[in-house]
C-alpha cells in the first residue's frame, strides 16, 4: 500500500526540474509560421493524389486498422503490394514495410549483426540506429564521420584483436543535422573488400535524389551485401519505413524481429499512401525539380548569411552556443518562419545550430523573406 504522503514521481519531477535548469526541457509546440524546419521535402504531406488513393482505398473496403501483428491477422494484401511494387520500383530483391523509420532501424540493428559481429558506424549515425545497437549483441564502434579510412582503420584493428565474425558499415547517405552526403562508392568499396554489409540510412534522400527520387544508393540497391532503409514519413509525404536489400534480410527478420514479430502491423491505408507516393515519384519529376530550384535559391541568398550550403535541402546555420542559438531560432520564428534551434545531445556540443530545411511548402518569396529576417537576427 502506498502511503497519500508518497511522492512516487518525485524522482521524475526532479530530473525535468533539472532540464528546464539547463535550458534543456522540450515542450510539444503547434506548427506555425512558413515551413522551414519539416522533412517533408516535397509537400507531399498534402498531396491531393495521396489522399485520394486513401479516399479509394477505403471504397474498396481497405480497413483503417491492421488488427494484429503481420504474423498474424495483421498481413493485409495492402502491405504486400506495397512491398513488390517497392521492390521493382527500386530494383532491390525484397522490401519489408515497418510502421516507422525508427522501428525499423531498431529492428535491423538489434537482429541482423549477431553475436561475435563488428558494426561500425558513423559517428553521426541516428538515434534509432543507437537504439537498435544498444539491444544488438554486435560489438559496436564509431567511426569519424564520412570517413572510409577511419572505418577501415576500425575494421583493420579490430580484426587484429581477434575478431573473427561479419562486419556491417553503417552510415547515412544524407546527414539530417548537417546536409551533407556520405562517399556512397568509397564505403561500397570498403564494403566489398572487408566482405562486408553496407547498411545505409536513406531517409533524408529518398525522394529527393537520384534516378526518379530513388536516393542517393539507388544505383546500390540489389547488390547482395547491400540493405537500405527507406523513410516514408518525410520526402514521401506519408509515414512508415521500407527496408530494402536481399532476401534473407526481410526473412530474418520476420523471424527474429522482435519490434517486426511483436508489433502491430501498419495502417494498410498507409501502405496505399505509400504505394501512390512511390507512383508520384516515379511519374512526376516536376517536384524534385521544383525543390532543386528553391535550394539553389536558398543557397544563393542564405550562404552569405553563414548557412552552410552542400548541394541539399538541409542548410544548417552553425551558432555553437546553445542559448544564442535558440534565442536566433525564437526570433526568427517571431518573424513568421518556422526554423528551429538544434542543440547537444541531439548534435555536438559546441555545435548548436538553426537548422533550415528547404521543402516545397515555401515558395521563393519566403526564402527571401527569411533571408532578410536572418540578417538581421544574426548581425
Ligand atoms: C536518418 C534518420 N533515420 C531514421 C529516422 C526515423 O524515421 P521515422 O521518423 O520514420 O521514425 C529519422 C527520422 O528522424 C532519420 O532522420
Redesign the pocket.
Known sequence: MISEATDLAADHRRMLADLADRQRLRRLIPPQGVDFSS?DYLGLARSPRIARAIRQALDRGVPTGSGGSRLLRGNHPEHELLEEEAARFLGSEAVLFFS??????AALFATLPQRGDLVVHDAL?????HEGMRLGRAECVAATHNDPTAFENVIRAWRHGGGKGRVWIAL?SL??MDGDRAPLDAFRALADEREAFLLI?E??ATGVFGPEGRGLAAHLEGLENVIV?R????ALGC???LLTGPAFMRDFLINRGRGFIFSTAPSPLMASAVREALRILAGEPEHRQALVARIDEAARLLSPLGAVCRGTQILPVIIGDDARAMAAASAIQAAGYDVRGIRPPTVPAGTARLRISVTLNASLDDIAGLAATLEEVLT
Not at 549515425?125 to 540506429?129: D, E, K, P, R, T
Open positions: 522533412n516507422s523509420g525508427f522501428a525499423a532501424n549515425v541516428h538515434a534509432s540506429a547515412e546527414y539530417s540510412d531517409a533524408h532503409l523513410t516514408c514519413g518525410k509515414e512508415g519505413a
